[in-house]
């Protein structure tokens, strides 16, 4: 083969490792970011928690991966995963409700919005509840709080913190004033895991709005979030025009909600799992004995369990 023909070969064969590029991006080997474009061998993304090593993104995750990252291997013991949601108002709008979910149940492979269980965080016994995105956007219905209400009153009776990864488009409408009011359920159970002076660490993930930020995602005692998540109630376009005025570009933002004292801690989904389990391991549950020494003048139990942040919920 001549030089030129070689040049040639090569010149033809472009467009075919492209065609093989975008064949590979297709059967999942290789993921660009949405962010700079850069391609990653899926792999590898995924062993960096699926967050971009170029430029730093963090590529959406379900509650199956998220479980993977942050619970200690063979330790996840599931609650009430077999739950799964009712239509009792038979609602209907393009699609009936009962069929909307079924098919994503089956798409899913999830009962619902949401999965619970107990398992061991870096070796410290925790209670997780991870949202899911795909099933209808993460939406808070009976089920989801049923949930965690649950999840949150097993924490308790087992010394337990609590951990919440939220990510939803808020209550679930298809459920009416039953989607509302898993707000106050989920808020009481909160409370009385707090009342026993158990920590609670809500996560705060691309997008949390709606119902769920405002109860128990704002709930914590550290709120933390994911670079750039989108943390808001009503939608954006809604704020401006009861405000009548233009949003600054950073509205709604982890960032922007951590300069206004909204959220505590804004943590790579690289650093986590470990800054978690120090944070757990500085709040240890109480020792039965430290209550009666409460009425004392002694009040070293209260400076050992000072809650960090000022959003604690109830008193
Ligand atoms: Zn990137």
Redesign the pocket.
């Known amino acids: 083969m001549s030089l030129f023909d070689w040049f040639a070969n090569r010149r033809k064969s472009g467009p075919i490792s492209e065609d093989r590029q975008e064949r590979e991006i297709a059967d999942g080997l290789w993921t660009k970011?949405?962010?700079?474009?850069?391609l990653t061998y899926t792999k590898d993304l995924r062993a960096n928690q699926s967050v971009?090593g170029?430029?730093?993104?963090h590529h959406r995750i379900f509650s199956d991966e998220r479980i993977r990252q942050l619970i200690d291997p063979g330790t996840w013991h599931p609650l009430d995963s077999q739950v799964s949601p009712k239509d009792p108002l038979n609602f209907k709008d393009r699609k009936a409700y009962a069929d909307r979910l079924r098919d994503t149940q089956t798409k899913t492979k999830l009962s619902d919005a949401v999965q619970t269980g107990l398992g061991n965080l870096d070796g410290l016994p925790v209670a997780l509840g991870v949202m899911d995105f795909r099933f209808m956007g993460g939406s808070m219905g009976s089920v989801v709080g049923e949930k965690l209400t649950r999840m949150i009153e097993q924490a308790t009776a087992t010394q337990r913190p609590v951990i919440i990864v939220c990510a939803s488009g808020g209550a679930r409408m298809q459920e009416g004033l039953l989607s509302l009011m898993q707000m106050a359920k989920i808020s009481g159970a909160l409370q009385q895991h707090q009342t026993a002076r158990l920590l609670y660490l809500p996560v705060l993930t691309h997008p949390t709005t709606g119902g769920v930020t405002a109860s128990f995602a704002m709930l914590g005692d550290i709120i933390i979030a994911e670079p750039k998540a989108t943390i808001g109630f009503a939608g954006r376009r809604v704020v401006e025009q009861t405000l009548r005025e233009k949003l600054p570009e950073t509205f709604q933002t982890a960032e922007y909600l951590q300069e206004h004292g909204f959220v505590d801690l804004i943590l790579s989904r690289t650093q986590l799992k470990q800054t978690l389990a120090q944070l757990i391991r500085l709040h240890p549950p109480l020792p039965p004995e430290a209550d009666r020494l409460d009425g004392l003048t002694l009040n070293w139990p209260e400076l050992q369990h000072h809650r960090v942040s000022s959003h604690s919920n109830g008193d």
């Open positions: 970011c949405e962010h700079c474009d850069v971009c170029e430029c730093g993104h």
